[in-house]
């Protein structure tokens, strides 16, 4: 049961079990989970179970879960159809030395699905296929140098990290970088450094952490392209985040971007872990000549899960409702904020959307606001987008906003009053 | 039903699958799964299903299965008890927000058992690891340097992949090799270097592909201690490949190694994707100061599976009927060997041999004798270690050895008549 007007939440079994994993793993939690990224001390550290579009912690407590794994969840948790093809491909085995069909099927679906895409590529991480996309435009064109946006995630590899420890200058000699939506910016990179740059990596939008998020300006994309044919730079799309969320034929279609490599993540399994890149075939042979492998790569188990998710993305209206329950949100979040006389803004596209107060320059207000907002059972993440799935109801929007309503009044009389 | 004496295999549903593959996938299977890595046009492609200690190609052939994966098979395809606790996690949810339990009970499980480990850090890819490991080094030490072994593999990133293909030499200007067991070279190169070397990664014997395996020479590890402790290098153990296959403890019991961190994957979940490494206390602030993320990085289904898997390693005489059985098929090769005069080297640990001919420049002979001992249902790599795992019998040997029989004489009289 959702908690209403309940005792808050308490997470005293995630407090203690964190003490446990701080003995015996660095940080307790690390990298993106660690706790201190969403609210030290005010929100679970641990789950439990999950179904459909909520989640249940150590503590017993349930929450609407906005935060879906951090993406992965697009059709709900323990989507039966998914599980179903899981379940079967793990009774004929999960490792082998070879692959099996499921992979040939899932490229030539792929394929079939993405206009631009010749051919893809299989991994695990995000970042396999991040890195392993520079290295094909290193290889494509004979040059070094990679240009990134500043603040965008690809990865937690070295070349692209934001966090300095065991990074080598060397690492980075080749990263430039330009703010999002400065076309002047990859303009003067593109003149200073002519013929040394292999290749640009962006975002489909905008998504940092912290800030809001920033769709491409009017024009963006056509004068990304233009520079990228004038200049032989690969266009590298890194549609990790919002994967097939917006549009089962990948992100680039909503936004009219024309890459050369695409890389995917995330939601394409439903939770099970498999990356992709795909390409046209101009590359192939770069491609091929750029070693690729890991042990778990051509698992058949997350491609059984990926070609029924891709499926069930293609024929139903997954997609369509999770923009339509997102634009109530939004538009409910958008409409308090104006009740309680506060500059609010649901930034990025409405299947994955991040609330910021416009005036908010410690980040109190969002860290107030979420932290109530998870002791009511609604889990929204103070420093990173949200995500709605396919298993999320119009009754877990309207208790988002009704407990929405009771927050915005704590923040107030808390920071405010 | 294993082929004995009748036709040989026929792999045409594999090889019009690949062709299927290789429209849409580059290089249609990549990595070490390439087919010409093993014999192409004379093994399988494609897998259909597994069980035990066999596994069935896409064109119904069935074959004892000694590369389990490339490793991760330890305790048999399918094994129940690993299974069951995989599909009750599944049930619960397998892509959280959290963590879940099972990632404290596994570095808890994971520190008490190996005397070393003061903490545990999980990934997907052996890579994941083997990186981060000398990314904590450098961090530790405020120094660039790395030294590995000729022909060692730890993974497919650009520092220590053996292949060019979009790699920068800046990736490489900070890595030293030194062939195995040249301690003298070690020396040298600390002497060379002094003050500027990070770390020292190897794997605890040597396993490269093509050539027989090699152990440490008498010393070789205590005089690599000397050297570390001396010059404030970090010795990381990459145990990726032999995992727990010959020490529940770790493979570094076996050969009295001391490391200070140490990367395991593969065998420890029974085929299920995940990496780890553990560390002594003093590298914990280090450990905690390089980023380290991914996705599906703290999936709670592989973490059961890597619980259950260790207690049955712990508990069962699986490692020691492996060692058993390894002991067996080594003995057996070399006395076949004899019989028909060749020379040749059975090497590495029983339970994950290799078998050489002494003569073999062009490698004709290894080649041919996998050829067929694959088309009697043996699958045997040519170029790469195989594995035992505890589903294995000795029926299995049986017919091994039976089969081998045959071979040999085949190849006398393809080769040597």
Same mark, same amino acid.
């Given at each position: ?230 200049? $032989? !730079? +690969?266009?590298?799309? =890194?549609? *990790?985040?919002?994967?097939? &969320? #917006? ?63 891709? $499926? !069930? +993305?293609?024929?139903? =209206?997954? *997609?369509?409702?999770?923009? &339509? #329950? ?69 009754? =877990? ?21």
């Amino acid at each position: 049961m959702l908690q209403k007007n309940g005792d808050p939440y308490l997470y005293e079994t995630s407090l203690k079990l964190f003490t446990r994993a701080a003995a015996v793993i660095p940080e307790g939690i690390y990298g993106h989970q660690n706790p201190a990224f969403v609210i030290p001390g005010a929100s679970p550290y641990f789950a439990d179970y999950a179904e459909g579009g909520h989640f249940w912690d150590v503590d017993g407590n349930e929450y609407i879960d906005f935060l879906c794994g951090y993406g992965p969840v697009i059709l709900g948790h323990n989507h039966p159809e998914v599980e179903n093809a899981v379940n079967r491909q793990m009774a004929k085995g999960s490792c082998f030395n070879h692959p099996g069909k499921l992979m040939v099927m899932l490229a030539e679906k792929l394929t079939s699905m993405i206009a631009m895409a010749d051919w893809a590529i299989f991994a695990k991480n995000g970042s396999d296929v991040t890195t392993w996309a520079i290295r094909v435009a290193r290889e494509y064109t004979g040059r070094k140098k990679i240009v990134m946006a500043k603040g965008a995630y690809h990865g937690a590899h070295s070349w692209c990290t934001a966090y300095p420890g065991g990074v080598l200058p060397e690492e980075k000699n080749n990263i430039l970088t330009m703010n999002w939506n400065q076309i002047d910016t990859l303009e003067r990179l593109a003149a200073i450094h002519r013929g040394k740059i292999a290749g640009l990596i962006l975002t489909p939008y905008h998504h940092p952490t912290y800030t809001a998020q920033e769709m491409a300006a009017n024009g963006f994309w056509e004068k990304v392209r233009e520079i990228c044919d004038r200049e $032989n !730079i +690969l266009l590298i799309l =890194d549609d *990790i985040r919002a994967c097939f &969320r #917006l549009d089962v034929h990948g992100s680039h279609e909503v936004f009219g971007i024309k890459p050369d490599l695409i890389c995917f993540a995330k939601a394409m399994a439903n939770g099970h872990p498999i990356s992709t890149a795909v390409g046209l075939n101009k590359y192939r042979e770069a491609a091929e000549a750029v070693f690729f492998a890991g042990t778990f790569w051509f698992s058949p188990v997350p491609m059984a899960a990926a070609l029924t998710t891709l $499926n !069930i +993305l293609e024929t139903t =209206d997954a *997609i369509s409702e999770m923009n &339509r #329950l997102g634009t109530r949100l939004k538009n409910g979040l958008e409409e308090l904020g104006k009740q309680y006389d506060y500059r609010i803004t649901v930034s990025g596209p409405p299947a994955l959307p991040y609330m910021t107060f416009d005036d908010d320059p410690d980040l109190y207000h969002i860290q107030v606001f979420c932290r109530e907002m998870i002791s009511r059972g609604v889990f929204l993440h103070p420093h990173h987008n949200w995500f709605i799935c396919a298993a999320h109801t119009d009754a =877990d929007i309207d208790h988002t906003l009704e407990a929405a309503d009771d927050v915005f009044r704590i923040v107030q009389q808390e920071l405010d009053a």
